[in-house]
């Protein structure tokens, strides 16, 4: 199970996290999601622990802790659904919003 990272600051870098974590435990792999149209990182991460108990140690430790002037939102990442099967924007342009088409 992964761990979501919210509220990240635009400037964090993947060794930054990484270090942050690892007070809590041995950090597996961490993910910086980056925008496909600014080319620059989202806001958000998650980061995968070793162990249940690491996991939930550093959520309990980091959630609304202040980190680089933000207040971190940390929890268990939901695991990732089909936008198709939601309902999601992809293929759904039924009104308003943008003209542009991928």
């Known amino acids: 199970m992964s761990i979501y990272v919210g509220n ?45 108990v690491e996991e939930t140690a550093a959520i309990e430790g980091l959630d609304n802790a202040e980190w680089m002037g933000r207040s971190l939102k940390v929890n268990k990442a939901k695991p990732k659904t089909d936008a198709s099967s939601s309902g999601g924007r992809r293929g759904n342009y039924s009104g308003g919003g943008s003209s542009r088409r991928y």
Do not use: C, W
């Open 8 to 52: 990240l600051s635009y400037e964090v870098k993947e060794d930054d996290l990484r270090h942050v974590f690892a007070e809590y435990g041995t950090v597996k792999n961490v993910q910086l999601p980056i925008d496909r149209e600014t080319g620059r990182m989202r806001g958000f991460g998650f980061v995968e622990m070793e162990s249940d």
